[in-house]
């Protein structure tokens, strides 16, 4: 079973238009994450949800609205998409490593492409 | 910003130990050495992760310097499906901190 599950894998669009990408996690963790990897790799932060509660807010556009219905499940909903906006979106939850620490497992992306 | 710095890309041929080298300097003494790795169009894998000890799991050995300020990641028997973009990541554990991607080391085993 996949661990951390995005849908969907490919989405095209129009620019202007509203999106949602949507993010399961079965591994009963409690802190959720959405990433974006733009056209150069750069991989960066975007949100941060633990237990449906928002911790981390990187410096957004108002446009990006995620949505935690329970601790599971974390969507991310993009309102009047521009061209910027298409990239890869990787949604993550945390759990406990060796050690007792804890780290990231990624989903396996969304492209966005808007055109 | 990234607190590491690795070189962009190295090359490694199949069956050869690969190792992966990683500067962190101004590593503080609450921040811990993780690495990733995020093979073609998938999502980023976590790889091991140390404090000042050396690691080894399944994937990978990771070896830390005594100062701290560097360290290297060793696959020891590198496949073809080693060929991957290596992050070296610094992360305080507190909290709910997040990992900050640097541009990584593309890895490229060959035949």
């Known amino acids: 079973d996949t661990a951390v599950s995005q849908t969907p894998k490919y989405l095209v669009t129009q620019m202007g238009n509203d999106k949602s990408i949507k993010c399961e996690q079965n591994l009963g963790h409690d802190t959720m994450y959405w990433y974006k990897q733009d056209s150069k790799k750069f991989l960066k932060i975007m949100f941060s949800y633990n237990n449906k509660e928002l911790i981390i807010n990187e410096t957004v556009p108002n446009r990006f609205s995620p949505k935690s219905p329970d601790k599971a499940h974390l969507n991310l909903h993009i309102n009047s998409l521009e061209l910027g906006d298409s990239a890869v979106y990787f949604c993550a939850s945390n759990g406990l490593v060796a050690g007792g620490l804890d780290t990231q497992y990624f989903g396996p992306g969304t492209r966005l492409t808007v055109l | ?111």
């Open chain 2, 1 to 111: 910003d990234a607190k590491t710095t690795q070189p962009p890309s190295m090359d490694c041929a199949e069956g050869r130990a690969a190792n992966l080298p990683c500067n962190h300097s101004t590593i503080s003494g609450n921040e811990y050495v993780y690495w990733y790795r995020q093979i073609h169009s998938q999502g980023p894998q976590y790889i091991i992760h140390g404090l000042k000890n050396n690691e080894t799991n399944e994937m990978a050995s990771l070896i830390i310097t005594e100062d701290r300020k560097s360290s290297t990641l060793i696959l020891p028997h590198a496949t073809l499906r080693d060929t991957a973009v290596y992050y070296c990541i610094v992360r305080p554990v507190s909290g709910y901190s997040t990992l900050t991607f640097g541009k990584g080391t593309m890895l490229l085993v060959s035949p």
